[in-house]
């Protein structure tokens, strides 16, 4: 992303509380990473992004703290080297390890209790009898949150067929139940935040990039619900089966009108009022099966049918997960 793009993004963080500079690439390698930062900053958002970590050496670490970083997610797909840099093709597990102790090294060097530091695990079949251990390695380099995430975006059937989530009534695997399990009970005793995302998908009213409350901007200003629909115009494999290509949804660039003009058009207002609808409804729906439980099923049923989504995210697993 130019500066200028940038510069024009940030006019609107007086609106915003959280900026995350992450999208689909390494946020460290942007030569003015840290004056992005320090925009941010100043204008008191809360700032983070997420790392594949192995440029986190100790310079990096020390300059990340100085300019009051908030929070680094750091992506760790495994508890040994053979797993890890078999998923993360030509990064070193040692390096990233030495690199998460040195942050921590450098926060207690200088008195700093940020930025907090979170450990991303995408688990699939070829990695889950890792979790506990990852549990354990993260108590030991004093990692704050462990956040597990599913194989949401599936684009290639080598990818559909490591996610662990199931579909419809399909069961979940057995091993990733006992091992999740496992690392829940290793969480708690070690004191650290363990997030898992659900193995069974459900409908939810709102998907996990929250479209009425967030927007993603793309490295020229496109403007987009979310980082799915922003880059790519591929076919996904959803459950198992492959879908139409889902077209891009851009309402608009920044760097042609404001932000407040894209976010007021007809087109996006429609988009994002299929979700109002959806939050309606389920709140509807979580205030009856209160007033009556015997009616909960024949209720979910109903809730289920007139649920209504955007199109182009149907086939996305983040509206289930």
Request: charged share 30%; hydrophobic share 40%.
């Amino acid at each position: 992303m130019k500066w200028k793009t940038y510069e024009k993004i940030s006019c609107y963080f007086d609106f915003v509380n959280f900026v995350d500079l992450s999208g689909w690439g390494e946020p460290l390698l942007h030569k003015r990473i840290y004056d992005m930062i320090k925009v941010a900053r100043e204008k008191k958002c809360f700032v983070g992004f997420t790392t594949n970590g192995t440029l986190l050496n100790q310079s990096v670490s020390e300059r990340l703290i100085t300019f009051n970083l908030d929070l680094i997610a750091i992506s760790m797909d495994g508890a040994t080297a053979d797993t890890y840099e078999s998923i993360r093709k030509g990064a070193k597990f040692e390096t990233l390890v030495n690199n998460i102790k040195s942050l921590n090294l450098s926060k207690q060097r200088l008195k700093s209790k940020k930025p907090k530091v979170v450990l991303v695990f995408l688990m699939m079949k070829r990695n889950i009898s890792e979790l506990p251990s990852l549990v354990d390695l993260a108590s030991k380099l004093n990692v704050d949150q462990i956040l597990v995430k599913n194989v949401a975006v599936t684009l290639k059937t080598k990818d559909d067929e490591q996610r662990l989530f199931s579909c419809n009534e399909e069961s979940v695997a057995r091993e990733a139940v006992e091992n999740v399990e496992k690392a829940k009970g290793k969480a708690r005793q070690n004191g650290i935040t363990l997030n898992v995302a659900s193995l069974k998908l459900r409908d939810r009213p709102v998907c996990l990039a929250d479209p009425l409350k967030s927007v993603y901007f793309t490295w020229d200003g496109y403007v987009s619900p979310c980082d799915s629909l922003a880059h790519i115009d591929v076919p996904r494999i959803f459950c198992g089966k492959r879908e139409k290509s889902v077209p891009l949804r851009h309402f608009g660039n920044v760097q042609e009108e404001s932000l407040f003009e894209i976010w007021e058009k007809e087109d996006y207002q429609k988009f994002r009022q299929l979700f109002y609808k959806r939050q309606r409804l389920y709140n509807s729906f979580i205030y009856r099966a209160l007033e009556a439980l015997v009616h909960f099923q024949d209720d979910r049923k109903s809730f289920n049918r007139n649920l209504v989504a955007p199109s182009v995210c149907r086939s996305c697993h983040y509206l289930y997960l």
